[in-house]
């Protein structure tokens, strides 16, 4: 296939998932995509943080049976973090107690519905 060819595959294949109104966002719950841009969790920062993680952790893949104890917690602190960007996209539930492109932010936890005690246990 030349150039040319794969230019006006790639341009017609464009074209018909615009007017299927195939977005690519499939597989992400409706409350992470509906959140803004500058949302500390929003939907593009979380993927760019994912795509970050995925190239890291491929580029730290030979630490997962190393005899450094710090190399293989390296390994699956990021491992894990991959995990839970996925399921956070997925599910709209953040799992870890860090966030951003390289766990730098400490999450705060907020109680927005008190629970109610009876007094009697």
Known sequence: ???EQRAAAIE???KARAAK???????????VL???E???LSYNKVKEWLEYNKDHLKSIKHQANSKDSKERQEFQT???YVKNLGTYIRDNV???HRYGKTM???MEWVTVIPSKTTGAI
């Not at 109104?21 to 409350?31: E, F, L, R, S, Y």
């Open 21 to 31: 109104g195939i977005t690519g966002t499939k597989n992400v719950h409706p409350d």
């Open 12 to 14: 017609r294949l464009a």
């Open 94 to 96: 953040w799992c870890d």
């Open 38 to 40: 500058d949302h500390p």
């Open 104 to 106: 730098e932010h400490k």
């Open 34 to 36: 509906s959140l803004p």
């Open 1 to 3: 296939m030349s150039e």
């Open 78 to 80: 990021t491992q894990n």
